[in-house]
C-alpha cells in the first residue's frame, strides 16, 4: 500500500468515525475503575480562576513562540510572513491535531501559505521541520525533568526516552550540515530544481531552544492549572513539566487517536500517581478538566481564524484535507 493510499484510507469518514470510537471507548475503560476516587475528590472541588487564567496567558504565548519558530525557519527557505498572517495560518493548521493521522496540520499550512503569497513547500517543509524540533525537545525536557516516571507507563520506556533524547541532541548539532545535502538529493529524486537557500545553523539553533522553553512553558502553565483546581496536587513545577511533557507526546505520536484523547489522559494520571504527585481521584480530574481547558485554548483560536478566511481560501483549505 502506498503512502497515498494509506492517507486517503484516514481521510474516509467511516475511518475516522471509528477511530474516534477507540478512542471514547479507550478513555471510558481506563476512567470506568477510578469513578468513585474522582466522585470524592470532586465533593472538595473549588475553582481558583486567576490561577486559571495565569496558565491561560502562559499557554498563549507559548503558542506565540512556536509561531515565531516556524517564521524563523521559513524564512530561512526564503519565506517571509508577518506574525498576525503566521498566527493565523498556524492555528487554523493547529486544528489538524484532531483529524486521525495528524497530517491535515502539513496541508492546511501549505495552502494557506500559498494563498499568502509563500512558497506551500517552503511552508510545509518548515512545518515538518518544526514538529520534528518541537517532539525531539519534548524527549529531552522528558528526560531532564523526570524520565524517571516514564517507567510507571511500560518498562523500559525511560530508558528508550534518553535514548531518543540523546538522538536529537546529536542531531540538532548536527542538522545544519546534513539537512543541505538531504534536501538536494531529495529535490532530485522528485525531479525537481535543487533548493536555492538552506537554513542557517544560528535559525535551526535558535528554532530548537524556542521548543525547548516551548515545553516549559507549557508545564508551568499545567502548574497554574492544576493550582487552580486541584491545589492538594504537588507544586514542583518540574513534575508538572515532565508530567505534561510526557503525556502530550504519547497522546500526539498515537496517530490514529483525535488530539491523543484517550491516551493522553491515561498517561497523565498514571504519571502524577507514580511520581507521588497526586492522589488517583486528583489526577483523574486534573486530567479531565485540563482536557477541556487545552482543548478550548487549541480550537477556539482556529476556529476564529476559519471564520475569517474568505470563500475561496475554505474552499483550498478543504481540498487540501
Known amino acids: 500500500m502506498s503512502t497515498t493510499d494509506v492517507m486517503r484510507w484516514f481521510r474516509h469518514p467511516m475511518v475516522r468515525l471509528m477511530l474516534m470510537t477507540i478512542s471514547f471507548g479507550y478513555i471510558g475503560w481506563a476512567f470506568a475503575g477510578q469513578w468513585q476516587e474522582m466522585r470524592t475528590a470532586a465533593r472538595d472541588l473549588s475553582i481558583d480562576w486567576p490561577w486559571i487564567g495565569l496558565g491561560t496567558v502562559i ?38 491535531r ?15 501559505a500559498a494563498d499568502a503569497g509563500v512558497s506551500g513547500t517552503a511552508a510545509a517543509g518548515a512545518a515538518l521541520l518544526g514538529t520534528a524540533l518541537n517532539i525531539g525537545a519534548g524527549f529531552a525536557v522528558v528526560v531532564i525533568s523526570g524520565a524517571q516516571g516514564l517507567d510507571a507507563l511500560g518498562q523500559g520506556m525511560s530508558t528508550a526516552a534518553t535514548a531518543l533524547a540523546w538522538l536529537f541532541i546529536a542531531g540538532v548539532i548536527a ?12 529535490a532530485r529524486w522528485r525531479g525537481l530544481p535543487p533548493v536555492g537557500r538552506h537554513i542557517s545553523a544560528v535559525t535551526l539553533w535558535t528554532a530548537t531552544a524556542i521548543n525547548l522553553f516551548s515545553w516549559v512553558g507549557y508545564g508551568i502553565a499545567f502548574a497554574a492549572f492544576a493550582r487552580g483546581v486541584t491545589p492538594s496536587v504537588s507544586s514542583n513545577p518540574a513534575v ?62 482556529g476556529i476564529v481564524s476559519l471564520i475569517a478566511l474568505s470563500p475561496t481560501q475554505r474552499t483550498g483549505l478543504r481540498r487540501s484535507g
Not at 63 to 80: D, E, F, H, T, V
Not at 283 to 290: D, E, M, N, P
Request: hydrophobic share 60%; aromatic share 12%.
Open 59 to 96: 499557554v498563549l504565548a507559548t503558542y506565540a513562540a512556536l509561531i515565531q519558530s516556524w517564521r524563523m525557519l521559513l524564512a530561512g527557505w526564503g519565506g517571509a510572513l508577518s506574525f498576525p498572517v503566521a498566527a493565523r495560518i498556524w492555528t487554523i493548521a493547529n486544528l489538524g
Open 240 to 301: 508538572f513539566v515532565a508530567v505534561f511533557s510526557a503525556s502530550y507526546l504519547i497522546g500526539y505520536l498515537v496517530l490514529f487517536s483525535p488530539g491523543g484523547l484517550g491516551f493522553r489522559e491515561f498517561a497523565l494520571v498514571a504519571l502524577l500517581v507514580a511520581l507521588g504527585a497526586a492522589g488517583r481521584g486528583d489526577a483523574v480530574i486534573l486530567s479531565v478538566t485540563s482536557r477541556v481547558w487545552l482543548t478550548i485554548l487549541e480550537v477556539l483560536p
Open 98 to 112: 484532531w483529524v486521525p493521522g495528524k497530517v491535515w496540520s502539513v496541508g492546511a499550512l501549505g495552502v494557506l
Open 175 to 186: 542538522l545544519p550540515w546534513i539537512l543541505p545535502p538531504l534536501l538536494d538529493r531529495l
